[in-house]
């Protein structure tokens, strides 16, 4: 029997195999959407740019290639059992994101079904800066040398985009202070780094959303406490990026806490998917140099904040090169206010405020003129 179901603005399931659509609609009923249906190619194009994401089986993927439909986000092609060669190169032509084979990426696709039945301003969708796209602005911050005061920076720009929407600080400097220490959630329930399995997969933005603790604003993903005698190390790349982009489709604001390793593969892999990277450079001309010796491993658009008395502000941006955003001077009671977990803000007016504000409204202007252009 042939479905046909087509309109709606959802996803849109696009096979003739009554089996695979089954199974696609049971995961779909799992979480809570309702697919629009089709049974052939040349229906698919009726929907096709203007669903929340295409599901395409196997079927007919090869006859879609075939119609050249034009590119989109969130095209997933579904196949029962194993995926052979062919089918890969008609994902490829119709630009999938992914291949899925059934029933073992059930888990995965009704993660992927139920970030679409969440509400648009939670996943940065049209009312979100993540357009209809799904992602929200990612920040990637890092001190320009020891001490600059990087994760406490971080930890002030999470807060303040809380204050406009699901905000969320990811820790991922292992040797660092612990941003969930800074913002006072360290004894709060809830997933860390350690938490999370070692293979590479599909994060549901609810489910991570729904999990992380939540000090002070921001919800943060931290690292715990330090085991006397441990291993110091990091979660692995593919776990980074899975995080990375459930957080992205999830808050409106991701800022991500980095180590001043620039060259380390995970690092390097996230500084690729920010939005914005600042460094937090000291107002000195040792706090400079060191600055600069990041700087060709830095995008080249890179942002500066410059920390403390000493060196002028704009001697230090013309040493480092990079676009100069906000220069802040020390804040009293800055130690007080984390120690009490109260995080690092304390108003809206202190100097760490007005800097983090500064570099929020330099990101989503830069997020906002990238969609623009696309």
């Not at 199974?23 to 229906?43: D, I, K, Q």
């Not at 029962?80 to 630009?95: D, H, I, T």
């Not at 059934?102 to 696709?109: D, F, I």
């Not at 905000?167 to 006072?184: E, F, H, K, Q, Y």
Request: net charge neutral; with cysteine; hydrophobic share 50%.
């Amino acid at each position: 029997m042939d479905l046909d179901l087509p309109g709606g603005d959802g996803p849109l399931l696009v096979t003739a195999d009554a089996a695979l659509r089954e199974e696609v609609l049971r995961a779909c009923a799992a979480a809570g959407v309702v697919p629009s249906v089709v049974g052939t190619a040349a229906a698919a194009l009726a929907g096709w740019a203007r669903a929340s994401a295409v599901l395409l089986g196997a079927d007919l993927a090869p006859e879609v290639a075939g119609l050249a439909p034009p590119r989109r986000g969130e095209v997933h092609v579904l196949v029962r059992g194993e995926a052979g060669g062919a089918l890969f190169r008609a994902a490829l032509a119709v630009g999938a994101q992914h291949v899925a084979e059934l029933p073992q990426a059930e888990a995965w696709l009704v993660g992927l079904l139920g970030d679409l039945a969440e509400p648009d301003g939670a996943r940065g969708g049209p009312g979100g800066p993540g357009g209809r796209g799904g992602r929200g602005v990612v920040v990637g911050v890092l001190g320009g040398s020891g001490g600059a005061g990087a994760t406490t920076f971080a930890c002030a720009l999470a807060q303040v985009a809380a204050r406009h929407g699901p905000a969320v600080l990811l820790d991922l400097d292992p040797l660092g202070p612990g941003a969930d220490r800074v913002l006072g959630a360290e004894g709060l329930p809830g997933l860390r780094w350690g938490d999370l399995g070692g293979g590479p997969g599909r994060l549901g933005a609810r489910a991570l959303r729904e999990a992380l603790p939540r000090g002070t604003g921001p919800a943060v993903l931290a690292h715990g406490p330090a085991r006397p005698g441990g291993p110091v190390t990091g979660p692995p790349v593919e776990v980074v990026r899975s995080v990375l982009d459930a957080a992205a489709r999830g808050h409106r604001t991701t800022v991500l806490d980095l180590p001043r390793v620039p060259v380390d593969p995970v690092v390097q892999d996230v500084l690729a998917r920010c939005t914005a990277v600042v460094v937090v450079a000291a107002a000195t001309l040792t706090g400079a140099a060191a600055a600069l010796r990041l700087r060709g491993t830095l995008p080249a658009d890179a942002l500066l904040v410059v920390r403390g008395r000493g060196a002028d502000p704009d001697e230090v941006a013309e040493v480092t090169g990079l676009r100069l955003v906000a220069a802040l001077s020390d804040q009293r009671g800055l130690d007080d206010a984390v120690g009490a977990g109260l995080g690092p803000l304390r108003g809206s007016r202190t100097p760490l405020a007005r800097a983090a504000a500064a570099v929020l409204a330099a990101a989503e202007g830069r997020a906002d003129g990238r969609r623009a252009v696309a």
